[in-house]
């Protein structure tokens, strides 16, 4: 499959995504009830589904080859260091993921690390989702809400959920009385699909806007978390109307609303791709400094 200008490794590795892991030369995904196995060589990917056979067409769809991505790369790139995210991991894409899937991982996210996020969703789809075996090895799909409905605060309680298993009991209730479909949200404006995901049971600001942008087409969603917050404060503080930076390594409901407002008006129509190569940028380099390698200015 020939690509678009494309970086597999970045695109799986900079946080977007919880159900991807690459213990050799191959990626191995659960996308939905399906196996996906894919690598990269130069400019062609190479993959294989399983137990179906969904095509070329699914896997370009799950990684946004249909964006433009030099173009949307020109529209962000409006200062020092966007430019320098964009030059370290040119090729990163967004990925096209199930608004079901999406909604409960990003829940299970609040106030949790990546291998924490990992660990609950993998014992819930161990828990609740049908088995897949493939290559010796059994891989678990992600529930579907209909299987979730089956769930006690208990069973979820177990999967090592804590709090969030009150969240994802009662939002899979209002699936389960046919109360919020996610299926038309990518129908509606940015701000009107917002503000119905914020009447489900804990999704705040940040769930949201990770939704809209991953999994509903909203590529003008700026999700914002704490590294979000150090990315602005230490990168665009000069930018902002006011210096509203006051309450130390928290992250403030003022904030975040300031916050993703600026990132909404500064980068305009593809602020969720600013976001992305933005977080991603300063994270890698916040680990590199922690493990004692030298980081540079790159030309």
């Known amino acids: ?8 490794d970045y695109t799986l590795s900079c946080g977007q995504v919880f159900r991807w892991e690459k213990p050799r030369e191959c990626w191995y995904g659960i996308v939905g009830g399906n196996i996906v196995k894919i690598r990269q060589d130069g400019n062609i990917l190479i993959f294989q589904t399983y137990p179906e056979d969904l095509g070329a067409k699914f896997v370009a769809r799950y990684f946004r080859l249909d964006d433009d991505l030099p173009q949307i790369l020109r529209d ?16 990163l894409r967004l990925t096209r993921q199930d608004p079901w899937e999406c909604l409960i991982s990003y829940i299970c996210a609040t106030y949790a690390n990546i291998p924490r996020i990992k660990d609950m969703i993998q014992r819930l789809s161990k828990a609740f989702g049908m088995e897949i075996p493939f290559e010796g090895r059994v891989y678990y799909a992600f529930p579907t809400w209909e299987s979730l409905a089956k769930a006690t605060l208990k ?23 046919n109360r919020f479909g996610l299926e038309n949200l ?27 942008l991953f999994s509903q087409d909203k590529l003008e969603a700026f999700p914002v978390d704490i590294w979000v917050k150090r990315v602005i404060r230490d990168y665009y503080r000069h930018r902002l109307p006011q210096d509203i930076f006051l309450g130390g390594e928290g992250l403030s409901l003022k904030e975040s609303r300031l916050i993703r407002a600026f990132g909404r008006r500064y980068f305009g129509a593809f602020a969720g791709y600013a976001q992305e190569y933005l977080y991603y940028y300063y994270r890698s380099r916040t680990f590199r400094r922690k493990s004692g390698m030298r980081v540079k200015r790159g030309n």
């Open 1 to 8: 499959m020939e690509t678009k200008p494309f970086s597999l």
């Open 76 to 91: 962000i790139g409006r200062d020092e260091y966007i430019e320098r995210a964009i030059r370290e991991f040119f090729g």
């Open 186 to 212: 990518r129908e509606l404006s940015y701000d009107e699909g917002q503000r119905r995901l914020l009447h489900l049971y804990g999704v705040g600001p940040k769930v949201a806007e990770c939704v809209l």
């Open 155 to 177: 069973d979820l309680l177990d999967c090592k959920l804590g709090y969030r298993a009150k969240y994802v009991l009662r939002t899979t209730k209002k699936m389960k009385e």
